[in-house]
């Protein structure tokens, strides 16, 4: 089934100049960007977004974290694209996230981790509901898809 998945690139990942090669691994896996801005975090939106960590002693510490420079947000679209980008993100932890993921590979925190990426198809919905406004998702189709997925896969 294609899917559509949110992807935010943390301050952990601009600040530290690593945008491009987290998007790299993206690319080079055969995800599509069907949307993305850079935008600077509220207090409020990440009290929605992050709403089961509200009541948490470290959420202060997250708002902090996450409000320190603008964010880049990403819609990332392809076959099964919730699971693939949560098994390349890797575990919360960056110190026991397995090698080879993004996290396991860029992170050493368990805050400073990289990357958000939606970890349901209902919460994917919500999510890139709450970060993209209409028309700013994209629906398009790259010439190179037929060597990305068989047609059995995209339900051709
Ligand atoms: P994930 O981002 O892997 O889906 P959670 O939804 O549990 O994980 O947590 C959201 C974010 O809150 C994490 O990515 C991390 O930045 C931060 N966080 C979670 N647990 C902790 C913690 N114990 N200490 C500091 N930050 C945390």
Redesign the pocket.
């Known amino acids: 089934m294609i899917q559509q998945t949110l992807v935010i690139f943390?301050p952990s990942s601009v600040e530290r100049g690593l945008v491009g090669r987290v998007l790299a691994r993206f690319e080079a896996k055969g995800l599509v960007i069907a949307g993305m801005k850079m935008m600077q975090l509220s207090p409020e939106i990440l009290r929605e977004h992050?709403a089961?960590?509200v009541d948490?002693p470290?959420f202060p510490?997250?708002v902090a974290?996450?409000t320190a420079c603008p964010v880049i947000v990403m819609c990332l679209k392809g076959v099964e694209a919730i699971q693939v980008v949560r098994s390349m993100?890797g575990?919360?932890?960056g110190r026991q996230a397995a090698p080879g993921t993004i996290r396991g590979d860029f992170a050493m925190?368990?805050?400073?981790?990289i990357i958000?990426?939606s970890?349901s198809p209902e919460d994917a919905e919500a999510e890139i509901k709450r970060f993209f406004k209409p028309g700013e998702i994209f629906d398009y189709t790259p010439a190179t898809k037929a060597f990305v997925n068989a047609a059995s896969e995209l339900g051709n």
């Open positions: 943390k992050y089961h960590l948490l470290f510490s997250i974290s996450m993100t575990a919360t932890n925190s368990n805050q400073e981790n958000h990426a970890s």
